[in-house]
C-alpha cells in the first residue's frame, strides 16, 4: 500500500466559500477597524512607506512584527549589563520598552484576533457536504487505500479538520494533541500538544493519517501560564467568545499562528517545529508515494523547500507529483507552470501531466513514485 501525502493551500477554502479568499478576509477586516486601531495600522503602513494592502493581511501585519521584534530585542539589550551601564555611563534615561512592547503586542494581538474571527464560523457540514463532494470522496478513498496519509495544512481555518472529523472520524486521525482536562478557572475541555504523550496514547490505526499544522489553526493556541501549545474545540471557541476574550487580555492564550512576515524564521518556533521538521524529514527520506498539491500559491520559501526535498528523494517524480489549481486562462495556466518551475528550482520543464486546472473536485490519482535512497530513512 502506497504513502500518500496531501499540501493543502487556500484554494480549497476558496472552493468552498469566496469569502475564505484573502482578499475578502483583507477587506472585512480593514472595514472592521475604527478609531485608534485603524489610525495606527494606516500610521504604520506610511511610515514603513507602503499603502494598506486590500489584497493580502499578511502584508499589513509585516511592519508590525518588525516593530515589535525590534523592540524586543532592543529591550533585552537595555536590560542586559552592557545596556543598564550604556544608561549610566551615558546619563541616558530608561526609556521603559517593556510598557512600548505591551502596548504594540496588545494591538497585534487584538488585529490577528479579528483576522480569526472572520475566518472562523464559514465551514459548515451542509456546505462541504455541496461544494466539495468528488473531493472528500478521493480523500476517503486515498485514506482507506494507503497504509499512511500525511495532511500537511497551510491554512488557519478548520476545513480540513472538518473533513476529517466528519468522514473518517475523531479515532482515525491525529494532530498529536490528546485530552488534558479542562482550561484553567473554565469548563472548556482543552488537548495539550504533545507528540510524544500522543504515540503513548494512541494506536497505530489512530496515528494512520497525521494532520500538520504548518501555519498553525484558528483552534490552536499556547497558553502561556503553562508555558504549552493547547487545541480546543471549535465549538467551543465560539460559544465561549474565545477570540474576544483574548483580544480584551482576559484569558492567558495567544494564537499559535503564523502569519506576516518572516514565516521561514518563525515555523522553527514553538510548537511549528515539530510540524515542520517532521514535514522535512518525511521529504527527506521521500516517504510518500504521491504528494498532492491543492490550492497553494508556491510563494513561501520554507513550503517550496518541502517540495524540493521531496522531489530529490523519490525516482521519476513526476509520476507521484499533482499541483491542483483552478485556471481557465491558458496564459494563466502556462505562466503559474514556469512560477511553479522557478519557485522550486527545476532546471527543466515540469511535466504538463503533473498539472490539473480544473479544481479540487477534478482532482484525479497518479500511479506514484518510489524512494530514492531506502536504507537511509
Known amino acids: 500500500m502506497s ?14 466559500s469566496k469569502d475564505f479568499s484573502l482578499r475578502t478576509i483583507t477587506k472585512k477586516f480593514i472595514e472592521s477597524l475604527e478609531g485608534e486601531d485603524k489610525e495606527f495600522l494606516l500610521s504604520l503602513a506610511n511610515f514603513s ?24 530585542r532592543y529591550s533585552l539589550f537595555i536590560r542586559s549589563p552592557v545596556g543598564l551601564r550604556m544608561l549610566e555611563r551615558f546619563r541616558l534615561t530608561d526609556p521603559q520598552l517593556e510598557k512600548h512592547e505591551e502596548v504594540i503586542d496588545h494591538l497585534y494581538k487584538g488585529y490577528i484576533s479579528k483576522i480569526l474571527n472572520l475566518i472562523r464560523g464559514h465551514v459548515t457540514v451542509e456546505n462541504i457536504n455541496s461544494k466539495l463532494k468528488p473531493f472528500i470522496e478521493f480523500l476517503v478513498n486515498k485514506i482507506n487505500n494507503s497504509s499512511k496519509v500525511y495532511i500537511f495544512s497551510l491554512n488557519y481555518d478548520l476545513l480540513i479538520e472538518a473533513i476529517l472529523l466528519q468522514y473518517i472520524g475523531t479515532k482515525c486521525f491525529t494532530d498529536f494533541c490528546y485530552p488534558s482536562g479542562t482550561l484553567r478557572n473554565t469548563s472548556i475541555d482543552k488537548f495539550d500538544f504533545n507528540p510524544q504523550r500522543n504515540r503513548e496514547i494512541f494506536t ?12 498553525g489553526s484558528l483552534s490552536l493556541f499556547y497558553d502561556y501560564d503553562r508555558n504549552r501549545a493547547i487545541k480546543l474545540r471549535s465549538a467551543d471557541i465560539g460559544i465561549e467568545k474565545i477570540y474576544q476574550k483574548i483580544s480584551n487580555n482576559k484569558i492567558p492564550l495567544i494564537p499559535a499562528i503564523i502569519t506576516g512576515g518572516g514565516k521561514s524564521e518563525k515555523i522553527v518556533e514553538y510548537p511549528f517545529d515539530f510540524y515542520y521538521r517532521s514535514a ?3 521529504c527527506d527520506c521521500g516517504h510518500p508515494n504521491e504528494f498532492y498539491v491543492l490550492g497553494y500559491s508556491f510563494r513561501d520559501k520554507h513550503i517550496n523547500d518541502l517540495i524540493s526535498r521531496w522531489i530529490k528523494n523519490v525516482e521519476k517524480y513526476e509520476k507521484g507529483f499533482r499541483v491542483v489549481d483552478y485556471k481557465l486562462d491558458q496564459n494563466e495556466k502556462n505562466e503559474f507552470k514556469q512560477f511553479v518551475k522557478f519557485a522550486l528550482r527545476k532546471k527543466g520543464q515540469i511535466p504538463n501531466e503533473c498539472f490539473q486546472f480544473d479544481g479540487v473536485n477534478a482532482i484525479e490519482s497518479c500511479s506514484g513514485t518510489i524512494q530514492k535512497h531506502k536504507g537511509d530513512c
Open 49 to 72: 512607506n507602503d499603502a494598506i494592502n486590500f489584497d493580502d493581511f499578511e502584508n499589513n501585519f509585516s511592519s508590525l512584527e518588525a516593530a515589535l521584534e525590534s523592540l524586543k
Open 280 to 282: 522535512k524529514d518525511l
Open 3 to 16: 504513502k500518500v501525502a496531501f499540501m493543502i493551500g487556500n484554494g480549497l477554502s476558496i472552493a468552498l
Open 204 to 215: 497505530s490505526s489512530e496515528m494512520k493519517t497525521e494532520l500538520y499544522h504548518l501555519h
